[in-house]
């Protein structure tokens, strides 16, 4: 178990400009989240996956926003036309179970600044 | 929809003290509940969670948290804080039904040596 990954850890961008972040969830845990984290606040969710499929999106993923998990490991997040108000910590998650609430372990995150 | 209030933005200890940090908590039905704390520029870890049975729960790094349903509270606590507690500590509701957590804005804990 070598928890939950992320990369890069660290993306500066111009404002315009794409960018995508990948997560790797812990190994076997079919549930992944997104969250993203601005300063002096508590993380804030943006959307979540069960295997492949995206079962829950926030409102705060708007169309520039895009996450992906083909394969029901690793998943990609993709913003389009970034904006300064993207800049953020973005954090992944992941959890094991098929019930009800599971505990959600956390990466170390991503910072984006768009400049 | 279920949210989480943390009233204390800020708390300073002295080394060797307890500590109490405060987290309410709005919801319908009985929560799902979390404490995570964050060092600067890291994710956040889990500390421990309440889900059900009995109120008072033991989580890593000698914390504790205690359930009261009369209050709609989670608050964590230690008897004796020690200088690598010193971070940022969120506390988290889950609902039934999603799958998302709602975070509160979280608690600087700084330990005075």
């Known amino acids: 178990d070598t928890g939950v990954s992320q990369d890069p850890r660290h993306k500066i961008t111009k404002r315009g400009q794409n960018v995508t972040f990948r997560c790797d969830p812990i190994s076997e845990h079919n549930r992944l989240y997104w969250y993203r984290q601005t300063l002096g606040q508590g993380p804030e969710f943006l959307t979540y996956?069960?295997?492949?499929?995206?079962?829950?999106k926030s409102r705060l993923l708007s169309d520039r926003f895009s996450a992906e998990r083909p394969k029901g490991s690793f998943s990609t997040l993709e913003i389009q036309r970034t904006e300064q108000g993207d800049s953020a910590m973005y954090l992944c998650?992941?959890?094991?179970?098929?019930?009800?609430?599971?505990?959600?372990?956390f990466g170390p995150g991503t910072r984006l600044t768009v400049l | 929809a279920q949210s989480v209030t943390q009233p204390d933005i800020h708390i300073t200890v002295s080394e060797g003290a307890s500590l109490e940090l405060r987290c309410n908590y709005s919801y319908g039905a009985t929560p799902y509940l979390f404490w995570y704390v964050q060092s600067p520029g890291q994710g956040l870890q889990l500390l421990l969670k309440y889900f059900s049975g009995d109120t008072l729960v033991q989580g890593i790094k000698g914390f504790e948290a205690e359930f009261k349903r009369s209050q709609s509270s989670f608050n964590l606590r230690k008897p004796s804080v020690h200088w690598s507690d010193a971070a940022e500590y969120f506390c988290?509701?889950?609902?039934?039904?999603?799958?998302?957590?709602?975070f509160g804005s979280g608690t600087r804990l700084q330990v005075q040596p």
């Open positions: 996956f069960q295997n492949e499929a995206q079962l829950e």
């Open positions: 988290a509701v889950g609902a039934t039904g999603r799958r998302a957590l709602t």
């Open positions: 998650a992941s959890s094991l179970g098929t019930g009800e609430f599971q505990a959600q372990y």
